[in-house]
Nanobody, 128 residues
Framework: QLQLVESGGGLVQSGGSLRLSCAAS????????VGWFRQGPGQEREGVGCITVNGGITKITPSVKDRFTISKDHAKNTAYLQMNNLEAGDTAIYYC?????????????????????WGQGTQVTVSA
């Protein structure tokens, strides 16, 4: 059974950077598409982006596309969300999620239901 643990969140000033990690155990992440989501105070969970099984395709939501990148390191069984030039509006709990898919060109960040493995989340707070 795949387990996911996020880390790397914290308090950062506006304009700063953070790299979130999503460490997997129990199964190899190279069989999973991974998505990143966030949930701000009083808001619904929203998709940030995703990466395909082999890491060859990433998709990022337009609002952060110029500032965030997603990657996977299969040797470390870990996925990453690099966030640059952070803004106060990026304050949220960030979650990674994974789903076992049989094709390597598919990932989604428009649906939380598509994923069946979730981490516990890590808090990111950006001060103005």
């Amino acid at each position: 059974q795949l387990q996911l643990v996020e880390s790397g969140g914290g308090l950062v000033q506006s304009g700063g950077s953070l790299r979130l990690s999503c460490a997997a155990s129990g199964s190899a992440l190279d069989s999973y598409a991974v998505g990143w989501f966030r949930q701000g105070p009083g808001q619904e969970r929203e998709g940030v982006g995703c990466i395909t099984v082999n890491g060859g395709i990433t998709k990022i939501t337009p609002s952060v596309k110029d500032r965030f990148t997603i990657s996977k390191d299969h040797a470390k069984n870990t996925a990453y969300l690099q966030m640059n030039n952070l803004e106060a509006g990026d304050t949220a709990i960030y979650y990674c999620a994974a789903v076992d898919v049989y094709v390597d060109y598919v990932c989604r960040f428009d649906s939380v239901e598509w994923y069946d493995n979730w981490g516990q989340g890590t808090q990111v707070t950006v001060s103005a």
